[in-house]
């Protein structure tokens, strides 16, 4: 499922089998698989681990990574960057620039980049970056704002929220070497705007 820009009320469910879901993109080439648990999101903590499970057999024997958020916000959950170096990215969701808490329902007046920052020597992996006015919308990604963040911290930034077309996915190519090291698309891959097969193999070639 998915949602428009972080609401719940607008909900698209594209497919009632997750683990269906995920032999298709597996099927159709893709070697990472970002995860989502919504309504963990919402709550704060883990809601639909036994799907996750059930996702998780399925990336495992299609030798496909994962990705997993949503209300892991705990170090019962994640003990710390420091401990786990190179496995864990943090997501920071802005609005406007501005940090966006409680599963989006908040906006913060905390700087994105500062917040960024201050991870900076945590052993952080990644950035998942994702403008939530852009999420779901089918409007194009926010480029500009994801490359500032990029230039402003050492940590590699993965773009999230608005990549709806292929056009989209080449909008972040020139940036490669600037620290933008990969893209997450949802809604218009599921109504088929952005063919997978295609996204990965231009990736490759690039």
Same mark, same amino acid.
């Given at each position: 499922?998915?949602?428009?820009?972080g609401?719940?009320?607008?909900?698209?469910?594209?497919?009632d089998?997750?683990?269906d879901?995920?032999r298709?993109?597996?099927?159709?080439?893709?070697e990472?698989?970002?995860?989502?648990?919504?309504?963990?999101?919402?709550?704060g903590?883990?809601?639909n681990?036994?799907?996750?499970? =059930?996702i998780?057999?399925?990336?495992r024997?299609?030798?496909?990574?994962?990705?997993?958020?949503?209300?892991?916000?705990?170090?019962?959950?994640?003990?710390?960057?420091?401990?786990?170096?190179?496995?864990?990215?943090?997501g920071? =969701?802005?609005?406007?620039?501005?940090?966006a808490?409680?599963?989006?329902?908040?906006?913060?007046d905390?700087?994105?980049?500062?917040?960024?920052a201050?991870?900076?020597?945590?052993g952080?992996?990644?950035?998942?970056?994702?403008?939530?006015?852009? =999420?779901?919308?089918?409007?194009? $990604?926010?480029?500009?704002?994801?490359?500032a963040?990029?230039?402003?911290?050492?940590? $590699?930034?993965?773009?999230?929220?608005?990549?709806?077309?292929?056009?989209?996915?080449?909008?972040?190519? $020139?940036?490669?070497? =600037?620290?933008?090291?990969?893209?997450?698309?949802?809604?218009?891959?599921?109504?088929?705007r952005?063919?997978?097969?295609?996204?990965?193999?231009?990736?490759?070639?690039?």
């Open positions: 499922m998915r949602l428009l820009r609401d719940m009320n607008a909900v698209t469910v594209f497919n089998d997750p683990t879901q995920a298709a993109f597996a099927a159709a080439g893709a990472w698989l970002h995860i989502v648990d919504l309504n963990g999101a919402f709550d903590k883990s809601v681990g036994d799907a996750v499970r =059930d998780l057999e399925v990336t024997a299609a030798g496909m990574r994962t990705e997993l958020g949503g209300g892991i916000r705990t170090r019962e959950h994640v003990a710390s960057c420091a401990a786990y170096p190179g496995r864990v990215a943090v920071i =969701d802005a609005r406007g620039g501005r940090v808490v409680e599963g989006w329902a908040e906006t913060s905390l700087a994105a980049e500062y917040l960024a201050r991870f900076e020597d945590a952080v992996a990644a950035i998942i970056y994702t403008d939530i006015d852009r =999420d779901g919308a089918m409007q194009g $990604p926010n480029v500009a704002a994801t490359v963040l990029a230039h402003a911290i050492d940590i $590699p930034v993965i773009a999230s929220g608005g990549v709806s077309s292929l056009a989209d996915v080449e909008a972040f190519l $020139p940036y490669g070497g =600037d620290g933008i090291e990969g893209v997450i698309s949802g809604r218009a891959i599921y109504d088929g952005l063919d997978l097969a295609t996204a990965i193999a231009r990736l490759k070639g690039q």
